[in-house]
């Protein structure tokens, strides 16, 4: 069932690709969240991950377009990828600090 659900959700991933290929530039560019979007959605369903339980998985499966639904959803609940982007670089530009710190800290010790 779960290899299903993600043959299914990677079937329309590649569908959506070949629909984007056909449209001009800036459409495209226009569409590179919802394309980087529903390719990570499409990873949450690999079939070695047991994340999801079999009657979630059930009832995604049964939609007939199961990452249309999932995305359109994931827009209407207005989650956004922000707060993570933001802890990302907060993690990052901590690290580089540290780094300062510990390259000047060797710099005085010679």
Do not use: C
């Not at 495209?28 to 690999?46: G, P, R």
């Amino acid at each position: 069932m779960r290899e299903e659900l993600y043959n299914k959700l990677a079937k329309e991933y590649l569908e959506y690709e070949d629909r984007l290929k056909q449209l001009p530039i800036q459409d495209i560019i226009d569409k590179s969240y919802e394309t980087a979007i529903k390719n990570e959605m499409t990873y949450y369903f690999d079939p070695a991950s047991d994340y999801f339980n079999d009657e979630r998985i059930k009832v995604i499966n049964n939609l007939e377009h199961p990452l249309a639904a999932l995305y359109e959803d994931w827009i209407d609940n207005d989650f956004g990828i922000g707060e993570d982007i933001r802890l990302s670089i907060d993690e990052f530009s901590y690290s580089l600090i540290e780094r300062q710190k510990e390259s000047k800290e060797n710099a005085y010790e010679r």
